[in-house]
């Protein structure tokens, strides 16, 4: 059973970096598509972006200019990078991997992890 | 760029039958998926490609999509059911979600 982990610091300041990094196990992240979204506080879910083990990536177009997600194959590990953060920057962080063949779903997510934005 | 919308909020009483729309131009040219939110928990993914359930999700879960309406359909609705569901699809290499839909059963 594949299992998803979050980790990072659940307090940023603003203009700072949000950096995250989502530890994969029961399974091999080659050869998969892994993503991030977030969920601000009440409000729904948000795609950032994801990356295929081979490093290729596709970010949400709203957040493109921010955004960075890179892949360790060596430790099982992806990565958000979020720059430039703002209190609305404030979310739920999940990852999950993508399935991307026929159809395109989400079929294992992390538990989530709370980042706030505030000084 | 490509929006799905989904009302905020549908009621049903127990043992009745949910459901809950998504609406996108042309989705019925594309896959649709659904996750159900309970509070605090990650999103579980109930209907994927249209139609399809993973293992472990009960029957009563079922989807369609045709034209510009991908529908999550909840037969006999139980109490459990209760929670936040989102519509997912695809469009120019880029995942869209729905804005959500907030079951009650009551």
């Known amino acids: 059973q594949v299992q998803l982990q979050e980790s990072g610091p659940g307090l940023v300041k603003p203009s700072e970096t949000l950096s995250l990094t989502c530890t994969v196990s029961g399974g091999s992240i080659n050869s998969y598509y892994w993503s991030w979204m977030r969920q601000p506080p009440g409000k729904g879910l948000e795609w950032i972006g994801y990356?295929?083990?081979?490093?290729?990536?596709n970010y949400n177009s709203s957040l493109k200019s921010r955004v960075t997600i890179s892949v360790d194959t060596s430790k099982n590990q992806f990565s958000l990078k979020l720059s430039s953060v703002t209190a609305a920057d404030t979310a739920v962080y999940y990852c999950?991997?993508?399935?991307?063949?026929?159809?395109?779903?989400?079929?294992?997510w992390g538990q989530g992890t709370l980042v706030t934005v505030s000084s | 760029s490509y929006e799905l919308t989904q009302p905020p909020l549908v009621s049903v009483s127990p043992g009745q039958t949910a459901s809950i729309t998504c609406s996108g131009d042309k989705l019925g040219d594309t896959y649709a998926c659904w996750y159900q939110q309970k509070p605090g928990q990650s999103p579980v993914l109930v209907i994927y490609?249209?139609?399809k359930r993973p293992s472990g999700i009960p029957e009563r879960f079922s989807g369609s999509n045709s034209g510009n309406t991908a529908t999550l359909t909840i037969s006999g609705t139980q109490a459990l059911d209760e929670a936040d569901y989102y519509c997912?699809?695809?469009?120019?290499?880029?995942?869209?979600f729905g804005g959500g839909t907030k079951l009650t059963v009551l």
């Open positions: 490609q249209d139609n």
């Open positions: 999950a991997r993508l399935y991307l063949a026929a159809s395109y779903y989400f079929d294992y």
């Open positions: 990356i295929y083990s081979s490093g290729s990536t």
């Open positions: 997912q699809a695809w469009d120019s290499n880029s995942v869209v």
